[in-house]
């Protein structure tokens, strides 16, 4: 039987749904992945991905990366819109919050080319061994460690276009692989940390640990109503500021992918999502400008990439193709092992030398090098339940001086498929950019505070 309406869209979207009401319903009664402050999203996307590559539902795994991919883009244009980082620069004041947040910038400018670099290494040693890979292969590790699934499946999927079969599903699964050393092993050394330091914190609140308000607490706003409900709902209003951007962004990239030639052209579509974040910040701006600044809510925008966030997650996990991922195990497998190990051992080794935050620190930039901003946060409510320190307002500020180090490495990346480059010589210009940002650390002695009022 046919239907009078397409459906394939919407079914995706409703399972993808589905997923994360089972995963709020684990996360709320299994001890396990409260212990180890599993997002719902994430518990979601691995059951999905159970069911899909099973057999058992029978959905497009390329639509749901299209899913991903789309909510990526939507989250990033979501924080461009989002008023408030400089208004709370300016409140606080401290040095200490720049020099926090600059520390933690300048440890993704050490992790990502060292992921970059190490992960480049290993597939090399499989290239002379006779497999047959793709040489930007190993930088998807960083992508999807560093900056999240969205990066890694947007990079992928255009690489997919330059001949790298099955990027954009390993890009996925390393982002999962990430997702997995923030959790089981970055929780475990956060608690680790609070015995060691004798921290006196409070038990973390029901709330976060379940993930659902318990009966009789009083719920938080998400935010508040800038139009009335009889003219145009407040969510309504800010979602379709986001559509409004996203519809720009797409017609200034397909007016420059006209204007370049050859590949550039199609991989410009990977940066989709930092054109949408600087068109939604000048289109904030703008706005700001008018006497209708005070529509914008901050509150009800960070719900909204909440909202992304989360579909972007569990369409992650819901998105890997096993079999696929079966083709190239033994590389996927020592480079996230590696990869991971190394990020650990130089993100607690740097961390130890604080003397100012020292555990919130660590495991907050841990969570974000080899997650996503989220992550970091979650890793930092173990040690910080109530966001006493100002770590929290770190991570946030941490993106601005992160922006040019990151963007980067980022287009480097794409140096052997750009600028004919070597994996060789791309290498040993990410090793240049991983000694300045030690030297930066090391000349600078972030972790040398004599008291905490430096």
Known sequence: MTTPFPFDLLLVFGFLSVMLLVGVIFRAWITFF????????LIGGLLGLALINAGVIPLDPEIIKAFAYHFFNISFISVGLTPGIRDKLKQDKGKKILKGSLWM????GVTFPMQAIIASIIVMFFILGGQELFETFGFLLPLAF???PGQALSFGKVWETAGFADASTIGLTFATLGFFFAFFVGVPLANRGLKKE???????PPFLLRGILPKGESPKTAGSLTTHSGSLDGLTFHIAQIGFVYLVTYFFLLFLSGMLQGDAGSMIWGFFFIFGLVIAILVRRLFQATPYSHLLNPPLQRRITGFSVDYLIVATGCGIELVVVGRHLAPVILIALAGGILTTLIVFLFGSKLSDYKLERTVAIYGVVTGTVSTGLMLLRIVDPEFKTPVAREIGFMNVFALP??????????APLWWDWSLL?????????????????????????KNSED
């Not at 409260?34 to 999203?41: D, G």
């Not at 004798?198 to 973390?204: C, D, E, G, L, S």
């Not at 180090?405 to 794409?414: A, E, K, M, P, Q």
């Not at 030690?438 to 040398?448: H, V």
Request: charged share 10%; aromatic share 8%.
């Open 425 to 449: 010589v791309t290498c040993l210009v990410l090793g240049l950019i991983l000694l300045a940002a030690l030297i930066i650390l090391i000349t600078r002695r972030f972790w040398k505070y």
């Open 146 to 148: 560093n900056e999240g």
């Open 405 to 414: 180090i990151v963007g980067g490495l980022t287009v480097l990346l794409n």
């Open 34 to 41: 409260q212990k180890l402050l599993f997002p719902s999203s």
């Open 105 to 108: 910038a300048l440890v993704q």
């Open 198 to 204: 004798q921290y006196k914190t409070k038990p973390m």
